[in-house]
């Protein structure tokens, strides 16, 4: 069961967001975070992160919109999700689109909160299931076999190996609209080769490259 790992301190927006995702009914668990402290436990522990597929987050504490705060505390833990964790990056937040830093991340997709915004992540987030694509870079079985399959066997925890998945993760988003290529795929035959054969082969291929060298 993958998982979808969900952080906002106003509870009813959680409920709500929660409810959204398993309404998808494809297998996706969310796990909850209502304290930004709670969240940086999980994020920053390398054992947590088996079969987690993609982060919906707020920015905004409400101690941070009482305050006028807009430099908010989680920046800096999205930046290192950016850089270190090869899952799609939801900022669902009424300050999605004022902050300049959050359009220089290409896996950060934003969603400014309205009436249909907790619609609009359910649907990306299926139609990105739906297409295989959060099943490419996540830690979980496909990834690990993959590298199984490479000869000489590469170390799941080789640090270059860490580093050329990361590489290949990011560009997959520059340049590109993820999700318009996405729905063009999921119109295909068979969607999730497709989206394999799209994102993930190429970086297969420069890691097999690595192991012969």
């Not at 304290?35 to 982060?55: F, G, M, P, Q, T």
């Not at 669902?92 to 902050?99: K, T």
């Not at 290409?106 to 009436?115: C, I, M, T, W």
Request: glycine content about 4%.
């Amino acid at each position: 069961m993958g998982k979808i790992l969900i952080y906002d301190d106003e509870e009813p927006i959680v409920r709500k967001i929660k409810s959204a995702i398993r309404g998808l009914n494809l297998g996706l668990k969310p796990i909850v975070f209502v304290s930004l402290e709670d969240l940086r436990d999980y994020i920053y522990s390398d054992d947590n992160w088996d079969e987690v597929k993609a982060v919906v987050f707020d920015l905004a504490q409400k101690k941070e919109e009482d305050a006028g705060i807009i430099d908010f505390e989680i920046l800096e833990d999205i930046k290192y999700c950016v850089e270190n964790r090869r899952v799609p990056i939801l900022i669902h937040s009424a300050y999605a689109n004022q902050l300049d830093v959050l359009a220089t991340y290409p896996s950060v997709l934003l969603y400014k909160k309205s009436g249909k915004s907790i619609k609009n992540v359910r649907n990306d987030i299926g139609l990105m299931e739906r297409t295989g694509f959060l099943n490419l870079f996540s830690e979980g079985p496909l990834l690990k076999d993959e590298l199984m399959l490479c000869e000489p066997k590469l170390n799941w925890g080789d640090l270059l190996v860490k580093r050329v998945l990361q590489e290949h993760f990011i560009d997959n988003f520059k340049g590109v609209n993820i999700l318009e290529q996405l729905s063009e795929i999921i119109q295909l035959d068979n969607p999730q080769r497709e989206t394999y054969l799209k994102y993930l082969k190429p970086a297969v291929d420069s890691l097999k490259a690595t192991a012969k060298d």
